[in-house]
């Protein structure tokens, strides 16, 4: 869609958005007939208007010339597509030693990343709107891509091997054995997303990073909140004279959501998919409280009936009332790497679909902290049944430590190119309650027991780190559990407490 305007000189896009064409990014190929065995790819302007973080007025205007990848064919025109990018888990890790450590930070955003790289293979393109040849028609003339340019299906990762080359073998920095997106040279740690480089900084992937006085960091998204709030209906614009009311919770602690085969279908007033989509990527960001609702919304997406529409308006109502929160990074140096680990055994039976096996399945939660700063959080149905809440608890100490195990690997790494950092020792918790000592028993002490004989080798893969004291499994009371709102919906009293521990608010 190019912009509209009554003089025909700001129809042309490159006009219209002040855009200018870079000569090095591609040449005319001179050939007056289209190259045998050749495909010629359609060009796409991408428009955008670009927008501050915080107040979101438009910075600027941007016209990008892409190329429409979608009739390329793997094995003629790639090979492969695949582009690493950093894990959440090492974006805050770096940000909770950052404030841990009183690190000097910065963020680069490299401009024009991708056609900074060479092109791979020969690809062909029409002229692309706004766009003249000097002598001749335009129609009888291609373009061959010299450079990388935006929408080949393989261009991340062109981009992502040309910057890790440079960074390598030109810059002297070191890839990380752990993360490939993490990077070291002398005491300078990199981390990579896309076309993003984080040294920390104060606008990073949509998220708001403000660094206080007092030595916190504060991660939040209200401009995200807003969107869904638009989305759903919710915002005040479309509410003149009406008081929108919010909620305490993000979800009803009394209502448990299923299929509700027997209900009437989701009236589609809202786009589900979309908004859900929204709330995921808050939720990854930034706000663990949602984390539990959000997955649960997701399981119904494919056939979303009255009360999953009615569960995502309660969650935006809750949103609108919290549009400023957001996570607080406030290190607390007495505490090490801690992972808190609580499940819910076969939580969503319910006896109306008793028969159905999805409701016997058990949900965990955890979330991992370093220094009292959270880096991880994760709210999950269990993929096999188990048979008891022992086993359920032990399967979410499983895999709660798949995670755990290698940021506890990262953090080594960063110690052994001398970055003064703590022991990366973990300390994990688990919630106790029926027969959960069980859990902590099997975790400690390596035992045969007739009753859980059957469970699978690969929930006990962190036995080594326990047998060399690197791990240690300690018991916690309910109160203290910061993963019990990441299993089921809590009244406002237990969310206040726990989002205090967990979130800082």
Not at 118 to 133: E, N, V, W
Not at 231 to 243: A, M, R, Y
Not at 326 to 344: C, F, M, W
Request: include cysteine; charged fraction near 25%; hydrophobic fraction near 30%.
């Amino acid at each position: 869609m190019y912009p509209h305007d009554e003089d025909p000189m700001l129809q042309d896009p490159l006009m219209a958005y002040k855009a200018t064409a870079d000569k090095d990014t591609m040449y005319v190929h001179q050939a007056m007939k289209q190259p045998e065995k050749s495909t010629i790819l359609p060009a796409v302007w991408q428009m955008k208007r670009k927008r501050d973080i915080r107040t979101q007025e438009i910075k600027k205007h941007k016209a990008r010339l892409n190329i429409d990848g979608f009739r390329m064919i793997q094995g003629v025109h790639y090979e492969q597509n695949f582009a690493p990018v950093a894990s959440w888990n090492s974006i805050r890790t770096m940000l909770a030693m950052t404030a841990v450590h009183e690190w000097h930070t910065k963020q680069l955003d490299y401009v024009l990343a991708f056609p900074q790289a060479p092109s791979k293979g020969r690809l062909y393109m029409k002229i692309p709107r706004g766009f003249q040849i000097d002598q001749g028609k335009s129609e009888d003339y291609l373009l061959e891509l010299k450079k990388n340019l935006y929408g080949t299906k393989n261009a991340g990762r062109i981009w992502n091997q040309y910057l890790t080359d440079k960074l390598v073998k030109e810059v002297g920095f070191t890839q990380s054995e752990v993360e490939e997106c993490v990077f070291y040279k002398g005491k300078t740690m990199c981390v990579l997303y896309t076309d993003d480089s984080i040294i920390a900084g104060q606008d990073f992937l949509g998220v708001n990073i403000d660094r206080k006085d007092d030595g916190s960091i504060h991660l939040t998204q209200p401009h995200l909140i807003d969107q869904i709030i638009k989305d759903l209906g919710l915002d005040d614009e479309k509410n003149k004279g009406h008081v929108v009311k919010t909620k305490e919770t993000p979800a009803s602690s009394s209502k448990l959501l299923t299929k509700h085969t027997d209900s009437p279908e989701f009236d589609n007033q809202f786009t589900y998919r979309s908004v859900l989509g929204k709330c995921n990527y808050l939720e990854k960001g930034s706000r663990s409280d949602i984390a539990y609702i959000v997955y649960q919304c997701a399981r119904f997406s494919s056939n979303p009936k009255k009360e999953h529409g009615e569960a995502l308006k309660w969650l935006g109502r809750y949103l609108k009332g919290t549009r400023d929160k957001g996570t607080i990074i406030r290190p607390n140096q007495k505490q090490e790497l801690e992972v808190y680990v609580d499940a819910s055994f076969a939580g969503d039976w319910h006896p109306e679909y008793g028969q159905d096996e999805d409701t016997a399945r058990s949900r965990h939660g955890y979330i991992i902290q370093y220094s009292n700063c959270p880096i991880l959080w994760k709210s999950s149905l269990q993929g096999e049944i188990t048979l008891s809440s022992t086993e359920s608890e032990y399967t979410g100490l499983s895999y709660a430590l798949r995670d755990a195990i290698p940021i506890m690997q990262l953090i080594d790494e960063m110690k052994q190119y001398s970055f003064p950092i703590k022991s990366a020792e973990a300390k994990v918790h688990c919630r106790v309650f029926e027969d959960n000592s069980g859990a902590l028993e099997m975790a400690s002490l390596h035992k045969y027991r007739p009753r859980t004989k059957h469970i699978c080798t690969k929930l006990h893969h962190f036995r080594l780190y326990v047998t060399s004291k690197r791990i240690s499994i300690h018991p916690i009371k309910t109160d203290y559990q910061r993963a019990d709102y990441l299993t089921k919906p809590v009244n406002d009293t237990v969310l206040k407490r726990l989002g205090k521990l967990v979130m800082g608010w």
